[in-house]
Nanobody, 121 residues
Framework: QVQLVESGGGSVQAGGSLTLSCAAS????????MGWYRQAPGKERELVAD???????VYGDPVKGRFTISRDTTKNTMLLQMNSLQPEDTAVYYC???????????????WGQGTQVTVSS
């Protein structure tokens, strides 16, 4: 069974840094786009960053210049380096990946369960 697991969440003071990781496992034929989304209390889920298999990246406006997304296609892993964290970055962060499971001809979106990031002022 295909799974996405996030790790690295926690609490940090404003101005600090944190690194999130996402690992895909299971019977995987291939992974296309991967990305990070976040959802703060009372708000809708929003795009944080996305990265294609070839390494093309897109960032949401609030995190541009502060966050960096990367991936290792040989290990099916993805990282989100978060610097200069602010209280407004507080949210549950979710990993998403377009994965083609073994035995299929189509990629499906898979989501991790989320990891909490809390930034105190």
């Amino acid at each position: 069974q295909v799974q996405l697991v996030e790790s690295g969440g926690g609490s940090v003071q404003a101005g600090g840094s944190l690194t999130l990781s996402c690992a895909a496992s299971g019977s995987i034929l291939g992974i296309d786009d991967m990305g990070w989304y976040r959802q703060a209390p009372g708000k809708e889920r929003e795009l944080v960053a996305d990265i294609t298999r070839r390494g093309i990246t897109v960032y949401g406006d609030p995190v541009k210049g502060r966050f960096t997304i990367s991936r290792d296609t040989t290990k099916n892993t993805m990282l989100l380096q978060m610097n200069s964290l602010q209280p407004e970055d507080t949210a549950v962060y979710y990993c998403k990946a377009a994965i083609s499971p073994v035995g299929t001809f189509k990629a499906y979106d898979f989501w991790g369960q989320g990891t909490q990031v809390t930034v105190s002022s």
